[in-house]
């Protein structure tokens, strides 16, 4: 069969699981197969693919089918202006996340050498992402998961800032190193109905560990916050992404816990998403 006999096949069967683009995911899993670029695979459609790689293709295809993320298929997701390595272990880099990396880059004057910490860090993709644009600062990043923490250190050397993040596997609530200048953090925030109705793509696959925020969504949200107000300098920033609906929960109980809110920023759907705020 050749590639475009190949991507006809793939294409029809993935349109009978509703799978939302397949066209674009049968094109990238062919391109992983055969390790080239898409755009080679449009321009040489008549070449055949060998038995081996044929196989290959049909088992990426069939873990397709049954909705597993592209990103899990493919091992990797770009984020920021890097690609992440990523496997079932982590959340997948969201890019309405990029928000808190521009929103803690404000904060981060470009030659001051700040002490960061980033809370459920699962692939590394904000802590990386950080210390790339600002070299001078040192992170730590924590998460319970001791296989995130794997991948975000697998990240941090394909980045080559390994030296410059320290990645400890605890729970935020066990987390006993001060004085940061600045936390960020994505928790896990949604709540047990919105769970149910979550697509089964991230339902099924992506980890619970990083989705369920408890029956009201806040659980971790409290304790980030109420952890990091022992673990900031006074004045030290805590930036936190949320759930869309949790603006008004979450400032007050940034306000009932001495923080004052900077500023809330909107996702690329204008949602908000993103709370700066500042421990007094
Ligand atoms: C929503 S994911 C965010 C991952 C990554 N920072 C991102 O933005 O793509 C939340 C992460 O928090 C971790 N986590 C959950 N509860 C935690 C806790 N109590 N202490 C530390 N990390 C926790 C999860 O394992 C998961 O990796």
Request: charged share 30%; proline share 3%; glycine share 4%.
């Amino acid at each position: 069969m050749n590639y475009n006999q190949i991507l006809k096949d793939g294409e029809n069967f993935l349109k009978t699981s509703n799978i939302k683009n397949p066209n674009l995911d049968t094109e990238l899993i062919l391109s992983k197969v055969i390790n080239k670029k898409r755009e080679d695979i449009l321009l040489n459609s008549n070449n055949k693919l060998n038995n081996t790689d044929l196989i290959k293709f049909k088992k990426y295809i069939l873990r397709r089918h049954y909705k597993e993320p592209i990103a899990y298929i493919l091992g990797y997701k770009h984020f920021w202006k890097y690609k992440f390595l990523t496997n079932k272990s982590v959340l997948i880099p969201r890019p309405d996340t990029e928000l808190i990396v521009e929103e803690t880059l404000k904060h981060l004057p470009i030659n001051k050498s700040k002490k960061i910490l980033d809370v459920g860090t699962g692939s590394g993709c904000i802590a990386v992402s950080l210390i790339k644009e600002r070299p001078k600062c040192a992170a730590t990043a924590i998460d319970i998961s001791r296989k995130a923490i794997n991948v975000a250190k697998t990240n941090a050397k394909l980045h080559q800032v390994e030296n410059k993040i320290n990645f400890i596997n605890i729970d935020i609530d066990k987390f006993k190193s001060y004085n940061y200048d600045l936390i960020i953090s994505n928790p896990p925030y949604i709540n047990s109905v919105e769970l149910n109705r979550l697509d089964d793509e991230i339902k099924f696959h992506e980890p619970m560990l990083a989705l369920s925020g408890g029956s009201d969504g806040l659980r971790d949200l409290k304790k980030v916050i109420t952890r990091s107000k022992k673990l900031l300098k006074i004045n030290g920033r805590l930036i936190l992404e949320i759930g869309h609906k949790q603006k008004n929960q979450c400032s007050k109980i940034l306000n009932e816990n001495g923080y004052y809110i900077n500023q809330i920023s909107k996702d690329l759907s204008g949602k908000d998403r993103c709370i700066v705020s500042t421990k007094l």
